[in-house]
Structure formats: structure tokens, C-alpha cells
């Protein structure tokens, strides 16, 4: 695999550096680096002390492996910039794929002298068995995921963090690809710990438990996945998508009023 590391410094890389943040995620993280191998000038992992072989899959595509412990998804970010060198940087998650049609759609931005300074990134998602298409999950943008080195800094969330750029902000058409949850189980099991760190983030900002959140807020949270945003358009996929996330919904405002008891 050293062959990988020195194909991503050769004169045809960009000025990226990409950073990819991880956590025992090793079913992922293969196919995660291969589809952006070769393609930037630097190749950055942050691992939080994962427990599989996360952490050594990345080594086999950079030397550029390094473990932080997690303190919240915003603090961990803004270490993984701290780590890049580039003019650019590009962020991707195990869970996300590069494509040909974006790397293209980059290079072309980046040759333009009037860049924005921060470009959103449409995901494409896959789960139970579809793309799919509705439930606001595409076009499904996230931070931006390219942007200028020191003009973007996430704020310091444990969890969904939001972000502070000092530029315009553009959008690229060519979406990245992303495999979430490979079925229910893990759906399940990823969002225990997102609904944990969403009921810590609550508390931290102080706001007030209602009663009525256990009810209102996940019926209006599967509502409006499958009445407004269409889900009802995805099949079987979009209704249980749509219930999954008003599960999430409820277990948030469960552990919320758990914590503030």
C-alpha cells in the first residue's frame, strides 16, 4: 500500500489536504480511502482510540494517522484542520464516498479565481436497499465539506455542529455518495449515540424539558419526513426511514428529561 501514499504527492494532486474523521468504523474505512486515494496532496485520518482495525486500515493509505479523544464532534473537527497543511481542505466521513464527477467538479472550482471560500456538498444515500431520493435526504448537505484553509471553524457542539465561515459560501452540483447505516440494527445503534450526545448538547445550552416533546416533536419529526419531504415517494424504505428517525426523535427527548430530572 506505500504505493498509495506516494501516488497522493505527486504533481497531479491538488492543493487539498482531505481529513477524514473515525471511530471504529473498519467495515467503512477501506472503501472510504480508496475512493479518494491519489487524488490530494495530503491525506489526513483523526481516529479516536478506535478499538477495531480502524486505525490500521488507515495506515495502509497515510502515514498521517492520528488519535484524539472524543470530546464532541465540533472540537474534534477543528483538531483535524489544526493537522492540515493545504490551501484546501476537503472533509469526508468513513461513511462517504468521493466520485470521479466531484473530483472533476473540484479541480474546476479550484483553477476559478473568483472561489467562493466554502462550497456545500450534496450526499447521495443508500439504505435498505435504494438511493434514496426523499425524506430531505437529498440533496443532503451537511457543513460545507470544501473550503479554504483558516476561513471555516466549526463551533464547539458535541454533536450536529454547526460552523463560522468568514467568506461567501457556494454549491457544488456533483454529489458524494454515502452509506450511512448498512440496516436497522445499525441504524439503532448509531443514533443511541447520537440521541446521547444530542441530550448532553440540551443541557449544555440550557434549554427547558416540556412534557409535550415526547409526543409532539417525534410525530412532527416523522410527519414531516414522509408528508413534506416526500418519503412516502421512497417506498417501504421512506416509511421506515421516517419512523426510525421519529424513534431518534423520541429517544433524544427521553434522555433529555433523563438528564434533567
Not at 473550503?147 to 471555516?152: E, I, P, S, V
Not at 465561515?165 to 457556494?170: K, T
Request: proline letters at 4%.
Amino acid at each position: 500500500m506505500e504505493g498509495i501514499r506516494v501516488q497522493a504527492m505527486t504533481g497531479s494532486s491538488l492543493p487539498i489536504s482531505v481529513y477524514v474523521i473515525a471511530y471504529n468504523d473498519e467495515s467503512n474505512m477501506r472503501a472510504c480511502l480508496a475512493s479518494i486515494a491519489g487524488w490530494a496532496a495530503e491525506l489526513i485520518v483523526v481516529d479516536s482510540h478506535s478499538t477495531d482495525r480502524t486505525a490500521a486500515i488507515a495506515a495502509e493509505f497515510t502515514a498521517k494517522v492520528y488519535q484524539v479523544g472524543f470530546a464532541g464532534f465540533g472540537a474534534l473537527r477543528n483538531q483535524a484542520l489544526a493537522y492540515c497543511s493545504q490551501e484546501w481542505i476537503f472533509s469526508l466521513d468513513t461513511d462517504e464516498r468521493m466520485t470521479p464527477a466531484l473530483q472533476e467538479e473540484i479541480r474546476h472550482v479550484l483553477k476559478q479565481p473568483t472561489a467562493a471560500d466554502a462550497y456545500f456538498v450534496p450526499r447521495k444515500n443508500f439504505f435498505l436497499g435504494r438511493w434514496i431520493k426523499h425524506c430531505g435526504w437529498y440533496p443532503d448537505y451537511r457543513q460545507p465539506q470544501l473550503f479554504r484553509k483558516g476561513r471555516l471553524r466549526y463551533r464547539q457542539e458535541l454533536v450536529h455542529e454547526s460552523f463560522d465561515c468568514d467568506g461567501p459560501i457556494g454549491y457544488l452540483s456533483q454529489p458524494a455518495l454515502q452509506y450511512p447505516f448498512r440496516d436497522i440494527d445499525h441504524y439503532i445503534a448509531k443514533q443511541d449515540r447520537y440521541s446521547d450526545l444530542m441530550a448532553r448538547r440540551m443541557v449544555e445550552e440550557a434549554r427547558r424539558f416540556r412534557a409535550h416533546q415526547l409526543v409532539t416533536h417525534p410525530m412532527g419529526a416523522f410527519l414531516k419526513m414522509y408528508g413534506l419531504r416526500r418519503g412516502f415517494l421512497d417506498g417501504m424504505p421512506g416509511l421506515i426511514l421516517s419512523g426510525l428517525y421519529g424513534y431518534y426523535t423520541f429517544m433524544k427527548y427521553a434522555k433529555f428529561w433523563e438528564l434533567t430530572r
